[in-house]
């Protein structure tokens, strides 16, 4: 072999090797780079496949963001176990709430253009998302049905669509379990929680959720929404279905607030 090819098989060997040091040092993200796919829904970093990139995905079972509420989900500091309001009373209408991650950032505005924006085909990757929440922390409830969180016919007729509910139905598909939308109903004259602080927001949804008629009797719920914040929501519907004769009810969403308190 001339020098010139020695040299140059060389050089190729030290391509490939620094390649495979590079695929074992950085393995999932170097492929992330090389076949980028779609956005992870959480940080907006392209990935080769799924909704995750690597470096969310590792943090997904430890909460990078801090470490869920036991009773609500919302996200606190390491060393708590409980939020300040679950600590000042747990909630009483539903059993438990879990979310995929801190509300902010990419994942926020993704939520947003999924809510107001008409982007609908988020639904699929968030319902990923969920799906993947539901078998990690409910992996022990046999649930009998999926439900959503009503809107009112007004809300509905002008976004065209009911975004809790396309998330039911695609958690209902990961899960394998019947989804509903015809348990709850949301009074017409509840009126909108965005410019509300917290007691605002409970007091406005205390009673805007309504039964209706079907018997629930020892049935296992789960709720699926996009964002838990208060918890307003969720309380009124766990409320209603408790009153239908539901044996519990479990709430999972997408995002969640913070008590970094
Ligand atoms: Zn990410
Ligand atoms: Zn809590």
Request: with cysteine; charged share 25%.
């Amino acid at each position: 072999m001339s020098e010139g090819n020695e040299k140059k098989e060389r050089d190729n060997a030290k391509g490939i090797n620094g390649i495979w040091t590079l695929l074992k040092e950085y393995g999932a993200e170097v492929v992330e780079l090389l076949f980028p796919g779609e956005a992870c829904l959480i940080c907006g970093r392209v990935v080769a496949a799924g909704c995750l990139c690597k470096s969310c995905a590792d943090k997904r079972d430890n909460f990078g963001w801090g470490r869920p509420c036991d009773c609500c989900g919302v996200f606190i500091r390491p060393e708590h176990s409980l939020c300040r309001w679950c600590q000042l009373e747990p909630p009483v209408y539903i059993e438990n709430a879990k979310a995929v991650a801190v509300y902010q950032g990419y994942l926020r505005d993704q939520l947003l253009a999924f809510k107001y924006e008409g982007q609908k085909s988020l639904a699929k990757g968030f319902g990923v998302l969920l799906t993947d929440l539901v078998k990690r922390e409910f992996a022990h409830i046999n649930f009998d049905y999926v439900s959503s969180v009503p809107v009112t016919e007004k809300t509905f007729a002008k976004r065209g669509y009911n975004q809790s509910l396309l998330l039911a139905q695609a958690v209902s598909g990961g899960i394998g379990v019947p989804w509903t939308d015809h348990f709850l109903r949301k009074r017409a004259d509840v009126s909108s929680q965005t410019t509300l602080g917290r007691e605002g927001r409970i007091a406005n949804m205390r009673d805007a959720i309504l039964p209706l008629d079907v018997d629930l009797t020892g049935k296992r719920i789960l709720l699926v929404d996009d964002i838990f914040t208060t918890g307003a929501t969720a309380y009124a519907c766990g409320k209603a279905l408790k009153q239908m004769g539901a044996a519990g009810v479990w709430v999972i969403t997408v995002a969640a607030g913070v008590d970094f308190s």
